[in-house]
């Protein structure tokens, strides 16, 4: 389904959270070999030299902390940042585990959308690029306080794209199955490599989709 014509990432300034490993670095990487300028947003001490990239500039961030940083010149926001306590939901650690990725994976990313949607609004070569995963329909036992976390960002995310055809902005909402990063360490189950998903979400992206599944 595509919500908007083709865009041109190359001409773009694009924010993308959790970038210093994993699926994140790998949009970083994607991005940047494609002409993109990039904001790399990371919670490293210091600057990963990962991220030492053409186009591509380090931003220290942590999605629930105030304040977040000011970057006018943003056409969009991935959000992609997010945590995994793998916890079973008849785990005695399931409320904690639930509330701790209910505030990054939730409430972290309602706050990105809240901080950029007045800029981006109005801008149909604009918007956000939300990373859920297809644990938000298909939940998992061994990471049910995950997948309750994601499914509550599934319905987040189509909400906003309800808001985007209100008030004119893209919204492409990603539902990738097991990537191979250190959220699965440990999982013995089929997995996609993060550069596979990353390139597929850039053409989604550049094709002006609104929904990526993955099998």
């Known amino acids: 389904m595509r ?3 083709g ?4 001409e773009l300034t694009v924010l993308v959270t959790g970038s210093q490993r994993g699926l994140g670095l790998a ?5 940047s070999a494609r002409g993109t300028r990039v904001y790399a947003g990371h919670r490293s001490a210091g600057v990963p030299a990962e991220l030492d990239l053409p186009g591509v500039t380090p931003v220290f961030m942590e999605l629930g902390a105030t304040p977040l940083p000011r970057l006018p010149d943003v056409d969009y926001v991935v959000n992609n940042a997010g945590i995994n306590r793998n916890t079973p ?3 005695p650690q399931a409320t904690q585990a639930l509330d701790e990725e209910l505030r990054t994976n939730v409430l972290g990313t309602l706050n990105l959308i809240h901080h950029y ?7 149909p070569a604009a918007g956000f690029v939300n990373v859920i995963s297809a644990l938000a329909i298909a939940p998992n036992y061994f990471c049910a306080t995950y997948s ?3 499914a509550a ?5 189509v909400s906003l794209r309800q808001v985007a055809g209100d008030k004119g902005f893209h919204v ?3 539902y990738p199955t097991a990537i191979d990063t250190r959220l699965t360490d440990g999982l013995t189950i089929p997995k996609l490599a993060p550069a596979e998903v990353a390139r597929a979400i850039v053409d989604a992206w550049s094709a002006g989709d609104c929904e990526l599944f993955f099998q």
């Open 3 to 5: 919500q908007t014509t």
């Open 7 to 10: 865009i041109a990432l190359e």
């Open 27 to 31: 949009l970083v990487h994607e991005l």
């Open 89 to 91: 939901l008849d785990s």
């Open 117 to 123: 949607l007045p800029r981006l609004a109005g801008r």
């Open 148 to 150: 309750a976390s994601k």
């Open 153 to 157: 960002l599934h319905s987040l995310c």
């Open 172 to 174: 492409l909402n990603v």
